[in-house]
């Protein structure tokens, strides 16, 4: 697509809806002016969708209805027409059993919203984990000009003298109460500040993670990523992004004009970069597939090989998010590895990732680390494949504890979450720290959804004796502010037949991380032998959307996406016909 020349408003997309002298057009007309708009408003002007997924019960974007009005004021100043419109929220901490069950239905809301209405470019407002990829994947697969806004990470949060970051330091300090150590009051003095603001987890969690995927694939302005929800900057953000949303919609400038497969190479290595969330490995996959790029398991692991950790942040780091804003921010961090990434991949700035990030600082060393002293060399992430994972499975080794690199231990097998949760405290489970914990029932069909059950809890009689990492093996994912050495989205999972089905309490199993290795040590004819008495899976839902999810989603290493929905539909834009 091309730019619309001299700004001529006929070739906008919503002149197909408002500037005909037709019955249509004039409908159309005759209900905006009900709405106490007049010619002037909106005629000749692009009209800027702000998809909004503000609700009451998504903690981390609570701040976006005041955003939204500020992303209207840019809009305006650049003489665009805004038009909000609230799209599906995904809040991570109300939704059960997981977003990630809905991830891929805001993406197809998105891209029908986009499709159907009368919007020459849209801003795309998310930021609680999976609002980023599910916003992304719709705007691809619409290839509608779209920016993204994120939602950005809550303040740091201060507990005594201690500073507490979401998620990682919950999971700690629960450990902490389950092993007798903190007392009620404190517990509920955690409770009361380790949520400090509007915004996300300001850890390196997931919401993170994708913020600054985004930002490193081009969909954002720079520096996006990293500013706190609630300082005045994320307003200037705010504006300045409806700006240029409206230079998108006269610069026809698309997602296809900007997002190549060296973008998505970009994305991957910022998220090794900065120690992220093993759900990127997940998303990007889907993300890549809605531009019909085929991205492998093999490449992370590819990249991984080559690409330090040197954003010192939790969980396997030690700061946090606005730490890292005040650090220099990402385009700091990228300016590190400079030499790892497309600099002359384009960003929706219409800029290329090499300009917008041109000159950018670190202003400390101990948070974005210098590359002669990086958190660790490479390998952030790894792939590893065996008998247990045919298709792979992942671990993010830079929260892994080094000591459990290589373990062989018996496997403690647990059927599926209640099991889990019903014996896991037990004080007569057989287990002990060498001890293998199993859990299943937990991918993509399994839970079903994909939940963030792969860290599975520490026994509590072996939290008592001191016990802090163990090695658990799961088709879950792990929240992004997890730690610890857990195996993850063993492909495929137990409910689609895979080999994990099939482990039995005391099986050995081992895991050699420096040669990406998982071995189940059962013989191929005992594997048999269980797989012909092993029962089929009951059918997961007889109808509505859990029924769509269970026909379609596809498995971890493809990106659970829906088998459907991969690739773009450009002839489906209703404006061209
Ligand atoms: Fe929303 Fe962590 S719960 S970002
Ligand atoms: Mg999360």
Known sequence: MSPLPERD??????????????LRSFGHRSRLKGMGFDDIDYQGRPIV??????????????????????VRRGILQSGGFPVEVPVMSLGEMMMKPTTMLYRNLLAMEVEEVLRCHPIDAAVLMGGCD????????????????????????????????????????????????LAGNLCDRDWNQIENCIASSAGTCMTMGTASTMACVAEAMGWTLPGAATIPAVVAEHSRLAVATGRRAVEMAWENF?????????????????????????????????IAGRMEHELTLQRFDELSRTTPVIGDLRPSGRFLMQDFFEAGGLSALLVRIEELLHLNAKTVSGRTLGEQIAGAEVINDE??????????????????????????????????????MHHRGKAVVFEDYPDMKARINDDALEVDE????????????????FPEWGMLPIPKKLLRAGVTDMVRLSDARMSGTSYGTCVLHISPESAAGGPLSLVQTGDDIEINLPERTIHWHVDDAEIERRRAISPKPPALAERGYLKLFANHVTQADQGCDFDFLTGRSPGQDPAIH
């Open 367 to 404: 948070v974005i680390r210098p590359r002669d002293n990086p958190v660790a060399p490479a390998g952030g992430v790894c792939l590893l494949r065996g008998n247990l994972a045919p298709n792979g499975c992942v671990i993010k080794s830079i929260a892994a504890s080094k000591k459990l």
């Open 130 to 177: 999976k609002t980023v990829p599910a916003m992304i994947m719709g705007a691809i697969s619409a290839d509608i000009p779209s920016i993204f806004m994120p939602a950005g990470p809550m303040l740091r949060a201060r507990w005594k003298d201690q500073t507490l970051g979401s998620g990682s330091d919950a999971w700690k300090y629960w450990d902490q109460r």
């Open 254 to 286: 698309r997602p296809s004009n900007f997002m190549t497969t060296q973008s998505i190479d970009n994305g991957l290595t910022t998220s090794l970069a900065i120690g992220g969330s093993t759900n990127a490995i997940v998303h990007l996959i889907a």
């Open 434 to 449: 060498n001890s293998v914990l199993l859990l299943r029932s937990a991918g993509p069909l399994g839970a079903p959804g």
């Open 49 to 70: 969708a702000i998809l909004n997924t503000w609700s009451e019960l998504n903690t981390c974007h609570s701040h976006f209805r005041n955003r939204a009005d500020e």
């Open 9 to 22: 408003p006929t070739l906008l997309r919503s002149h197909q809806w408002f500037g005909k002298d037709d």
